[in-house]
């Protein structure tokens, strides 16, 4: 072997996701295809922001402003923040490895839910740091078992509010009593990408704590209320002091012109941003009705997805099923959670679409043979 890799990288994927709707359209020879694996916005991006994308494409040849000195203008105001409680990231993914980076030693352990996002698992092998997984209960993240999980080797924990693989929440009480107990070398970063469409008012945010938990990271994204995931900009909330640790890991011109541009634009058009709540709301409402009359359940949801339960169905045949006919879910088997699939909302005709898919799946497929 010639090429010596650092250990840990071994422990990494060399495969990367492509586009799911551009490779199920090459597959099924079609173009009627509705990607409802990624949960991005289904109305498409704010008017606006793509007048403010299309002006900043003319100076492209300019490097972006390394600070993104008008964005963080517009979100510390948007949020009530300082200037200097925010960083910002190539999607919060670039974020998620940005924290590991700056404070995981080989064999530090980095504590999740299981299952959870494998952004989370990427950045702590990365880093030859060691995963610690705390079972998820009754779905959802539970941080009294978090803590008792710590140990004098964690150094990290990633949640998320609400939960992405599930849509629950924690409460904010819930959150004020763990991050008080959790020690104060122990970073805490709460992944907060679905929060805006929380209607939940008991909902936890890290916001409100950063300035008494140095430790504490919040993490949001434009990819997903405000339709910018093509973009990929993401950013942190935290106390000054770990912003500027962060600082010193990130690259000088993570952010794109146009992603600052457009993001910008995205948080005034407060309209859109109503309309996809008002749409993502809808739409879960409709599933809820929908899904018992064809024997399915599901876990409540403060997010724009849903998790179906199959009642004991396969769900690698059944979301296979749904690809044939121009559907992409993601199956359960693939995030951790047999027996589901997770489904983005979207459009009501797309919400339609599902409902009457996954019936007719159903009933054609009595003799799928039951997975457990
Ligand atoms: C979508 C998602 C992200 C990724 O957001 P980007 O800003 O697009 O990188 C992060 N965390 C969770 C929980 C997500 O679901």
């Known amino acids: 072997m010639v090429l010596r890799a650092r250990n840990c990288i071994k422990k990494l994927s060399a495969t990367k996701p492509g586009d799911p709707a551009e490779e199920a359209k090459i597959k099924l020879g079609t173009d009627d295809v509705m990607n409802l694996s990624s949960n991005e916005n289904p109305l498409g991006p704010s008017r606006q922001a793509v007048k403010a994308m299309q002006e900043a494409i003319t100076s492209v040849h300019l490097y972006p402003d390394g600070n993104s000195t008008d964005l963080k203008n517009a979100l ?81 924990i990633y949640i998320s509010n609400p939960y992405n693989l599930t849509g629950t929440i924690y409460t904010q009480k819930d959150l004020e009593r763990f991050i008080k107990r959790v020690p104060s070398d122990v970073v805490v970063v709460c992944d907060e990408a679905y929060i805006d469409y929380c209607n939940d008012e008991e909902c936890g945010s890290g916001i409100t704590l950063i300035d008494k938990y140095p430790n504490l990271v919040v993490l949001r994204t434009f990819s997903k209320l405000y339709a910018l995931a093509g973009l990929r900009l993401g950013f942190a909330i935290a106390n000054k002091e770990m912003i500027s640790m962060l600082q010193r890991v990130r690259e000088p011109f993570n952010v794109n012109r146009i992603a600052q541009a457009g993001a910008i634009a995205s948080l005034k058009d407060r309209k859109h941003i109503e309309k996809t709540k008002k749409c993502t709301w809808r739409g879960l409402k409709f599933y809820y009705r929908n899904l018992p009359e064809i024997d399915l359940g599901y876990v409540k949801s403060q997010a724009n997805f849903i998790l179906i339960d199959l009642k004991s169905r396969n769900d690698e045949i059944i979301t296979e099923n749904l690809f044939r006919k121009g559907i992409l879910v993601k199956s359960g088997t693939s995030i951790g959670l047999k027996g589901y699939i997770r489904v983005t909302i979207g459009l009501m005709h797309q919400n339609y679409a599902v409902i009457s898919a996954l019936k007719e799946v159903i009933q054609n497929q009595v003799s799928i043979r039951r997975s457990i």
């Open 76 to 156: 510390s105001r948007h949020l009530g923040v300082d200037k200097e409680n925010l960083l910002f990231g190539n999607g919060s993914d670039e974020l998620i490895k940005l924290i590991a980076e700056t404070f995981i030693e080989p064999g530090d352990n980095v504590n999740v839910c299981d299952p959870s996002l494998l952004e989370y698992h990427f950045a702590a092998y990365l880093m030859s740091g060691e995963l610690v997984k705390i079972p998820l209960d009754e779905m959802a993240c539970n941080l009294e078992k978090i803590l008792h999980s710590i140990t004098d080797d964690t150094k990290l």
